[in-house]
């Protein structure tokens, strides 16, 4: 396995689903958990999980991150 580079950022996040509610209505849940710092939150939208992300500085602006041209 390669090894990565010494000032790397590296996250790790678990994330669980599960459906409930009533059979004819069910709806998604989650709960996502930054394993570095152990904090976590539960949600409904996905969106919610990149605003969790963002929360715990992964996904802060970075210039060495690609971005899309402006048009």
């Known amino acids: 396995m390669a ?3 010494p ?3 590296v996250c790790a996040f678990v994330i669980r ?3 409930e509610g009533p059979a004819g209505e069910p709806r998604w ?4 958990e930054h394993v570095q710092s152990g904090q ?6 996905l969106e919610d999980v990149l605003a969790f992300i ?18």
Request: hydrophobic share 40%; proline share 8%.
């Open 17 to 19: 689903f599960w459906r």
């Open 7 to 9: 000032n790397s950022l």
């Open 3 to 5: 090894e990565r580079p």
């Open 40 to 45: 976590s939150a539960s949600f409904l939208e």
């Open 54 to 71: 963002r929360q715990v500085g992964v996904m802060a602006e970075d210039p060495v991150l690609p971005r899309h041209a402006e048009q």
């Open 29 to 32: 849940r989650g709960r996502i």
